[in-house]
């Protein structure tokens, strides 16, 4: 059986739309996840915990890290 190039496109777009609709769920859970993450984060540096662990548990940047924990009120040292 031959593949009309039509049928060929339609099967394509069909994909990118299923891939697109599961990465935009992905994305939305994602960012629902961000809030509690944060919240989580300076709870643990609160309770003193190491600040280079948190961020490798978190899975953030350092830039990151520090910007939450000022926004917190916590003591972040400055970049020199």
Do not use: N
């Amino acid at each position: 059986m031959v593949e009309l190039p039509e049928e060929a496109r339609a099967a394509a777009l069909r994909e990118v739309a299923e891939i697109s609709t599961r990465r935009t769920a992905l994305l939305a859970e994602a960012e629902a996840l961000y809030a509690p993450l944060r919240e989580k984060v300076i709870e643990a540096a609160r309770k003193g915990a190491a600040r280079s662990r948190i961020r490798e548990l978190a899975g953030i940047s350092s830039k990151t890290l520090y910007t939450w924990l000022d926004e917190a009120g916590l003591e972040v040292r400055r970049s020199r």
